[in-house]
């Protein structure tokens, strides 16, 4: 199986800061990987698919970027509806996994 | 616009088999550029993949579920299902269907209890 490792598990910020949430595949998945933000209660919502592609409707305070191994997600300057838990997934193989999540708290 | 709507018990006792339903709508579920896949979430927890089938009809089940699953398709009611046999109090979760191709779009999710 391929192992995603997100970080950090926890993040505080601020309205208004610029954050990054890095998620690591334990193998090469090329540029299979979407990013979802979750809130409680809540389906997951696709932000980002093929590592950089933004879902259409989102806005474009979020991005994505990365290959093979290494993604980062970044929030240019966070507004109060982005805090959320995010999570990575890679659909490379066919066995798909998820990060553990990121929980991006109000400081 | 595509939407995707899971349907089942809602509770069900231990040792039985969880049956859902996703129903497709605003899109064909025999189109082959797409599959479908479940997906689930333990209360407070992360997300678990369970399976996908294609449009040729080939599945791909999580390891650790694999003994207990099936997921199929019928297109006649443009639906895809999950069954999952033998539950137990670990298998009480949030299930979500999904349609996965370069993206992904899911459903709302259908919490299933295992209790007796």
């Known amino acids: 199986d391929i192992q995603m490792t997100q970080s950090p598990s926890t993040l505080s910020a601020s309205v208004g800061d610029r954050v990054t949430i890095t998620c690591r595949a334990s193998?090469?998945?090329?540029?299979?990987l979407a990013w979802y933000q979750q809130k409680p209660g809540k389906a997951p919502k696709l932000l980002i698919y093929?590592?950089?592609s933004l879902e259409s409707g989102v806005p474009s305070r979020f991005s994505g970027s990365g290959s093979g191994t290494e993604f980062t997600l970044t929030i240019s300057s966070l507004q109060p509806d982005d805090f959320a838990t995010y999570y990575c997934?890679?659909?490379?193989?066919?066995?798909?996994?998820f990060g553990q999540g990121t929980k991006l708290e109000i400081k | 616009q595509l939407q995707l709507q899971e349907s089942g018990p809602g509770l069900v006792k231990p040792s039985e088999t969880l049956s859902l339903t996703c129903t497709v709508s605003g899109g064909s579920i025999s189109s082959s550029i797409y599959y479908w896949g479940w997906i689930r979430q333990h209360p407070g927890k992360g997300l678990e993949w369970i399976g996908n089938?294609?449009?040729?009809?080939?599945?791909y089940y999580n390891p650790s579920l694999k003994s207990r699953v099936t997921i199929s398709v019928d297109t006649s009611k443009n639906q895809f299902s999950l069954k999952l046999t033998s539950v137990t109090a670990a298998d009480t979760a949030v299930y979500y269907c999904?349609?996965?191709?370069?993206?992904?779009?899911w459903g709302q999710g259908s919490l299933v209890t295992v209790s007796s």
């Open positions: 999904a349609r996965g191709g370069s993206s992904f779009t």
């Open positions: 193998q090469s998945i090329s540029n299979w």
């Open positions: 093929k590592a950089s």
């Open positions: 997934q890679q659909y490379n193989s066919h066995l798909y996994t």
């Open positions: 089938i294609y449009y040729s009809g080939r599945t």
